[in-house]
């Protein structure tokens, strides 16, 4: 289940009674689950589950045995770049039904106050820890048509913009730090002033990564004479013929004049264009 990000007002209604009815929560760190279920006076028993330390048999045979558990994170979504996805794996396994509970989601927050006008984003999560493995994950996004989501710690955050402005300068960033919380703050410009923008970073980061849109190859000479030819096939005279592939390959329509196919030439028409 989905629990707040920052703000505590942010979680709903059925996530709380969820919370008060279940016979366990499983809690990625139990001092922050405590702090949120303190502060709407739950008192519904709390232990710890990660997917490097946690036990998923155990709470699979609870489950099995007719428990009702509910399995959180620090905050966000758990098994969206959060522990948990082998305690669900577990259970789709033991043929246990996973519930979702949405709520808060820091890329989803994001990517409503980005501004982007494009419909497929790319959720990439956290990025990679050691720098090597860092820079092939960027040099992947820098390749993609479509702008990425991805999370970063405060402390890599200096190093992981100063990679991003060297791989893809003009790329368009949008930067969410401590997103509904208190000090909330969204950036936006390009990777390469970004650095400068978060001299000591601070806090949880999400970043939105939109690389510079690359400029079309120019047709080759071949392409040229082929569309050529289709436009000669449609009646089209040598000028008009020019004209519209000039205008669809974005060569100069002198240059595109000159590639009219040789067995027309003889035919062809004297109205060079200017």
Same mark, same amino acid.
């Given at each position: 289940?989905?629990?707040?990000?920052?703000?505590?007002?942010?979680?709903?209604?059925? @996530?709380?009674?969820?919370?008060?009815?279940?016979?366990?929560? @499983?809690?990625? !760190?139990?001092?922050?689950?405590? &702090? &949120?279920?303190? !502060?709407?006076? +739950? $008192?519904?028993?709390?232990?710890?589950?990660?997917?490097?330390?946690?036990?998923?048999?155990? %709470?699979?045979?609870?489950?099995?045995?007719?428990?009702?558990?509910?399995?959180?994170?620090?905050?966000?979504?758990?098994? #969206?770049?959060?522990?948990?996805?082998?305690?669900?794996?577990?259970?789709?396994?033991?043929?246990?039904?996973?519930?979702?509970?949405?709520?808060?989601?820091?890329?989803?927050?994001?990517?409503?106050? $980005?501004? +982007?006008?494009? #419909?497929?984003?790319?959720?990439?999560?956290? &990025?990679?820890?050691?720098?090597? @493995?860092?820079?092939?994950?960027?040099?992947?996004?820098?390749? %993609?048509?479509?702008?990425?989501?991805?999370?970063? $710690?405060?402390?890599?955050?200096?190093?992981?913009?100063?990679?991003?402005?060297?791989?893809?300068?003009?790329?368009?960033?949008?930067?969410?730090?401590? %997103?509904?919380?208190?000090?909330?703050? #969204?950036?936006?410009?390009?990777?390469?002033?970004?650095?400068?923008?978060?001299?000591?970073?601070?806090?949880?980061?999400?970043?939105?990564?939109?690389?510079?849109?690359?400029?079309?190859?120019?047709?080759?000479?071949?392409?040229?004479?082929?569309? *050529?030819?289709?436009?000669?096939?449609?009646?089209?005279?040598?000028?008009?013929?020019?004209?519209? #592939?000039?205008?669809?390959?974005?060569?100069?329509?002198?240059?595109?004049?000159? *590639?009219?196919?040789? !067995?027309? $030439?003889?035919?062809?028409? !004297?109205?060079?264009?200017?």
């Amino acid at each position: 289940m989905a629990t707040p990000i920052g703000n505590l007002e942010d979680i709903s209604y059925r @996530a709380l009674r969820t919370l008060r009815e279940v016979d366990l929560i @499983a809690a990625e !760190h139990v001092p922050p689950a405590r &702090l &949120l279920l303190t !502060h709407f006076e +739950i $008192s519904t028993p709390v232990e710890p589950y990660h997917d490097h330390g946690g036990d998923p048999a155990r %709470l699979v045979e609870r489950l099995l045995n007719g428990d009702s558990v509910a399995l959180i994170c620090d905050a966000g979504t758990p098994g #969206v770049s959060d522990p948990g996805r082998h305690l669900v794996a577990a259970a789709a396994e033991a043929d246990i039904r996973a519930v979702p509970i949405p709520g808060p989601a820091s890329a989803i927050a994001l990517w409503s106050v $980005s501004g +982007i006008d494009h #419909v497929a984003v790319w959720l990439r999560g956290f &990025l990679p820890r050691r720098a090597g @493995a860092r820079r092939t994950a960027l040099s992947e996004i820098a390749a %993609l048509d479509h702008p990425t989501l991805c999370f970063e $710690s405060p402390h890599r955050l200096s190093n992981t913009l100063s990679e991003i402005a060297a791989l893809m300068p003009d790329a368009q960033l949008v930067i969410g730090r401590e %997103l509904t919380k208190l000090h909330e703050q #969204v950036w936006r410009g390009r990777a390469a002033d970004a650095a400068r923008a978060f001299p000591e970073p601070r806090g949880e980061f999400t970043l939105l990564i939109s690389p510079a849109a690359s400029e079309p190859e120019p047709w080759s000479d071949e392409q040229i004479a082929a569309a *050529l030819k289709t436009e000669a096939e449609r009646g089209l005279s040598r000028a008009a013929a020019a004209r519209a #592939v000039a205008q669809a390959s974005g060569r100069p329509r002198r240059d595109v004049y000159r *590639l009219w196919p040789t !067995h027309d $030439s003889a035919n062809a028409e !004297h109205d060079y264009p200017n």
